[in-house]
Each structure stands twice: as structure tokens, then as C-alpha cells.
């Protein structure tokens, strides 16, 4: 159970010194070091896809059409059971720091400065949290100040690029720019986690649903008020960005965050109709047009890898933010969706390519968390000495499994933390080996399941095994007291709502 399959580790194979005769689409020589693609989409959910990432194909599977995903999973290794952060800015701060949401306490999703998203609770009052993000600048109030992975990489000779979302900062703060985080360029990056539309006839805007302008997303200007899908404009710009790169004869970073498929949910036109004439409805057919067209965006990419003659000498890394939204189809058998503390809030679609080193066609079984990537990049762009600010990195490096190798990870704890009150009441989580808990503040209540007999989390097992139930419970609160984690307390007594390993729940 858990286990590797089918993997045979070799060593990394780089490009040819080919020089480009009269042909500039031949491959250009490149340094030995990867170049690193890592595209990451928003808010798409683990059977979101026509890959299956579950031991038999689903009705989700059937329904969507992500053919260069499957080709992706083809020439590399498919992961089942890598998880994010149930929500947008703790993700992409985990991703950028190797940190724990736990631990940098940018919690909940950030936007304008000093305002939070939470609702107000009737019983409980929340914690102060990172309301503002990351900052790579000291001193900036609510943030956590960290050092960024694409600064790292910067100064191990990458070219870092920019494409899409960012979200790691709030307005008016130096971490909602990339260029302020280590990028050397920046396409469409700034505070909102979501476009104003999708549509260039409407300029990427948000003014003609007569909503915030904050939610515009910038530097597109050469596209304004032209019938193209956002998800292709950014495309065409990170192709771009490849071949500039390219030219530089340096290894690059090209981090592609699409907005898709976040809402606003508009339909695709490339990919509408299709999916209406098989009888879905308006809002499925729009959906599954995102979908395709994320899909695309991937095999253009993958296919400008290709052309530019540096695919031996490519990572490239598939990876959600966290599950779908509850408006959209429930990811069965998962339970839950975007926020929730279930699978079907944290587990994502993850696949990754690394020539010379992946097996092409393999599946990993052992689980990761998202903290894990900030390891894993510099540790494939071959950088070895590296220290983040406050000394403390939550993230390992998976890249023994892209060996091949097994690294008794189903061992290891992953805790979520979300003292919030946002779509969920206020929560943290803790799963180690086969067992995951489930800790609810405001009613001290505990829930235990058994993820690999149960991945629908259906059996809540706290009451027939109170001895796991408490053992997680211990582990959860010295997690959280020793990470300063933020918690809730009760309006009507001032009082901390308990920690898990206090619950009077706990038998």
C-alpha cells in the first residue's frame, strides 16, 4: 500500500549542444541545469480531468477531455495523493517559502490590505493571521517575511518568469508584486486571485458586470477589446517568454499559473458547444470549456518545449491549487470541496516529467503536501546550500520518488490549519500513516477516518477507536502551540476555544 510502482531511476539527460543553422526553431545549446516548467491551475478538482487519479476512472473522467494531460502522465509519473492547502494564497505561500500554513499563518486568502474575508461568526471571534500575505521586505505589518523560491533560483542563474496568477500579497503591499518575490518578468501577476473576465472584448475587466475593479488583470493591454479567452493570452505570452529565455542560453523557471478555471465562470468558445450538444447544462458545458481550454494552454507549452529543442532538458510539473469550488460537480468518491478540510478540499491532480529521471507511464501512491515543492525545485535545479528566513523549512523533497525511490512518506504528519469562518467554520487537521483527523473549534469536535478503507471519508471512527483519536489529537495541538498557530475563542466568555488535545470530547 502506498507505494511506488513500476520506477527505474536514471540520471538527468540534458540537450545536445546543437547550434540552430539557419533554422532558429533547432534546438539552441542550453546549461546543464533543468529548466523548470511548473503550470499550476486554480481551483481544479482531483477527477477534474479525462486522467484518473483514482484507482478506477470516474463519471467526472468520462465527462471532461484533458488529452495533453494524458500525455503528460504518459511520458511521466502520476501522483494520487498530493495535497494543497484547501484555499488559493496558504498554497502558492507554502509553495513560494517550503513553510506549513500552520507556520506562516497566511491562512485565508488575501486581497485588500488589512481587511480579512472572513464573515463574521455569531459565537466565535477569530484570530489575528497574515491578513496581508508574504512580503520579501521586513517590517510590512501582517505579512510573513520570507525569502521566495523564485529568488533562489534567480541567484543560481534562472531566468524566473511570471505567467498568471500570483496572490501572495495584498494590495498596496510589496509581496502582490512578482518582480518584488524574484521573478525577472511578470505577465498578468498581481493582489486578486481571480480575473475581472476572462474575455479580452471586455479587457479583462470586472467593470462590465459592474463589480470591483480590482479584480482587472493588468499588462494586457495589446489584447483589450479582441475576441481571445484569457487562458490563450497568457499562453501566447509565456511562449514568448520560452523563446526569449531560451535565446539567453540560460536555463529558466516559467512559472505558468492560470487563472482557470477560478470563477468568474465564463464559457470557453473553443470548446463550448461540444459539451452542450452531449446534454450538459450551461453552467457544466461553461465549466468543462475551462477545463479543455487549461488543457490546451498545457499542450501548447509542452508542444513550444518541443519545438524549441529543449525537451530532454525540461521539468515540467502539473499541479492544483486546491479542490473545486461547491457550485461546481463533487469530485466522487471525494468528500468535499474547495475550503472544506475533506479530500475533496486538499487532494489535487499532480503530474511530473523530468527526462532522464521520471519512468514514463508510473504512478506514485505516497502522499506530499504542497511545502514539499520548494525543496523538490532547487533540489532538480541542482541547488544544495539554501537557508529560509527564520530557519525552519516544513517542505522534503520529493524528488527520491521521482527516482524511484521509496520514502516511507505515508509516515510522515501533514497538518492543515483554517481558524476561519469562511464557506467553513474554523478547523485544523492532522493525517499521519492511513489515519487523518478532523478537529472542529467552536464544537471541540473530533472526527477520525481511515483514508485508505475509507477515501470518502464516510465512517467516522472517533468513537470506536479513541486511542488514535487522542494520539492525532496530541500530535495536532503540539503542532499547533509550537508553530504560534492562531485559534478562535468564545464571544460570550472571552475564553480560547480548546486546543484538539483538550477537547472534552476526548475520552
Same mark, same amino acid.
Given at each position: 500500500?502506498n ?17 540552430? #543553422? =539557419? ?5 539552441? %545549446? ?18 477534474e ?12 473522467? $468520462? !465527462? ?6 494524458e ?7 502520476? @501522483? ?9 494564497? %496558504? ?11 500552520a !507556520? ?8 485588500? *490590505?488589512?481587511?480579512? %474575508?472572513?464573515i463574521?461568526?455569531?459565537?466565535? $471571534? ?12 521586513k ?5 510573513l ?15 524566473? /518568469?511570471h505567467?498568471? *496568477? ?16 524574484? @521573478? ?13 473576465s476572462y474575455?479580452?472584448?471586455?479587457? @479583462? ?6 463589480e ?6 493588468p ?16 499562453? #501566447? ?16 523557471y ?14 470557453d468558445?473553443?470548446?463550448y ?5 452531449? =446534454? ?7 465549466y ?7 488543457d490546451?494552454?498545457?499542450?501548447? #507549452? ?18 492544483? $491549487? ?12 471525494? !468528500? ?16 511530473? *516529467? ?17 511545502? $514539499?515543492?520548494?525543496p ?7 541547488i *544544495? ?7 525552519? /523549512?516544513?517542505g ?7 527516482? =524511484? ?13 483554517f481558524?476561519?469562518?469562511?464557506? @467553513? ?10 489515519w487523518k483527523?478532523?478537529y472542529w ?13 475509507? /477515501? ?30 492562531? !485559534? ?5 466568555? =472571552? ?5 484538539p488535545d483538550?477537547s472534552?470530547?476526548?475520552?
Amino acid at each position: 500500500m502506498n507505494r511506488i510502482i513500476n520506477f527505474a531511476g536514471t540520471g538527468l539527460m540534458t540537450t545536445a549542444a546543437l547550434m540552430a #543553422i =539557419g533554422n532558429p526553431k533547432m534546438a539552441i %545549446p542550453q546549461a546543464e541545469k533543468p529548466n523548470i516548467i511548473f503550470f499550476l491551475v486554480d481551483d481544479m478538482g482531483w477527477q477534474e480531468t479525462s486522467v484518473p487519479f483514482w484507482d478506477k476512472r470516474t463519471m467526472l473522467n $468520462d !465527462r471532461y477531455f484533458t488529452p495533453n494531460m494524458e500525455i503528460l502522465a504518459s511520458q511521466g509519473v502520476k @501522483f494520487t495523493q498530493a495535497y494543497a492547502c484547501p484555499l488559493s494564497s %496558504p498554497t502558492r505561500i507554502s509553495l513560494m517559502t517550503g513553510l506549513n500554513s500552520a !507556520r506562516h499563518h497566511v491562512t485565508n486568502w488575501t486581497l485588500r *490590505k488589512n481587511i480579512s %474575508p472572513d464573515i463574521p461568526h455569531k459565537e466565535l $471571534d477569530l484570530p489575528k493571521w497574515n491578513i496581508n500575505g508574504m512580503s520579501p521586505v521586513k517590517g510590512v505589518e501582517g505579512t510573513l517575511y520570507a525569502k521566495a523560491l523564485p529568488m533562489f533560483l534567480k541567484e543560481n542563474g534562472y531566468t524566473t /518568469i511570471h505567467v498568471g *496568477k500570483a496572490h501572495w500579497g495584498a494590495k498596496g503591499t510589496p509581496g502582490e508584486d512578482p518582480l518584488n518575490l524574484g @521573478f525577472d518578468v511578470n505577465i498578468a501577476g498581481h493582489a486578486a486571485g481571480g480575473p475581472g473576465s476572462y474575455y479580452g472584448k471586455y479587457n @479583462f475587466s470586472a467593470e462590465w458586470r459592474h463589480e470591483d475593479r480590482i479584480w482587472d488583470v493588468p499588462g494586457l493591454e495589446k489584447y483589450h477589446g479582441k475576441d481571445i479567452f484569457l487562458t490563450e493570452a497568457l499562453t #501566447i505570452e509565456a511562449k514568448d517568454q520560452m523563446d526569449k529565455a531560451v535565446a539567453l542560453k540560460k536555463p529558466f523557471y516559467l512559472y505558468m499559473a492560470n487563472y482557470a478555471i477560478h470563477a468568474p465562470w465564463e464559457k470557453d468558445e473553443r470548446f463550448y458547444q461540444k459539451y452542450k450538444d452531449r =446534454g450538459l447544462t450551461d453552467f457544466e458545458a461553461t465549466y468543462a470549456s475551462m477545463i479543455e481550454g487549461m488543457d490546451k494552454s498545457l499542450g501548447d #507549452i509542452m508542444a513550444k518545449v518541443k519545438e524549441l529543442g529543449i525537451e530532454k532538458n525540461t521539468v515540467i510539473i502539473f499541479m492544483s $491549487d486546491n479542490g473545486s469550488p461547491q457550485q461546481c460537480p463533487r469530485n466522487f468518491p471525494l !468528500r468535499g470541496c474547495k475550503i472544506s478540510p475533506y479530500e475533496g478540499g486538499i487532494r489535487d491532480p499532480m503530474i511530473v *516529467k523530468w527526462p532522464g529521471v521520471t519512468t514514463a507511464g508510473t504512478i506514485c501512491n505516497e502522499p506530499l503536501i504542497i511545502e $514539499d515543492f520548494f525543496p523538490s525545485l532547487l533540489e532538480i535545479a541542482g541547488i *544544495k546550500k539554501y537557508a529560509q528566513i527564520g530557519g525552519k /523549512i516544513d517542505g522534503k523533497s520529493f524528488v527520491p520518488m521521482l527516482k =524511484g525511490e521509496i520514502t516511507g512518506s505515508q509516515n510522515r504528519q501533514f497538518v492543515w490549519h483554517f481558524p476561519h469562518n469562511y464557506s @467553513f467554520e474554523p478547523y485544523s487537521v492532522i493525517r499521519e500513516g492511513d489515519w487523518k483527523l478532523v478537529y472542529w473549534y467552536r464544537e471541540s469536535k473530533l472526527e477520525l477516518y481511515n483514508i485508505p478503507q475509507d /477515501i470518502s471519508e464516510a465512517n467516522d471512527l472517533s468513537k470506536t477507536n479513541p486511542s488514535k483519536t487522542k494520539d492525532l489529537a496530541k500530535k495536532l495541538g503540539d503542532y499547533l502551540r509550537v508553530n504560534q498557530s492562531g !485559534r478562535p475563542s468564545y464571544k460570550a466568555t =472571552g475564553k480560547p476555544c480548546f486546543w484538539p488535545d483538550e477537547s472534552p470530547n476526548l475520552k
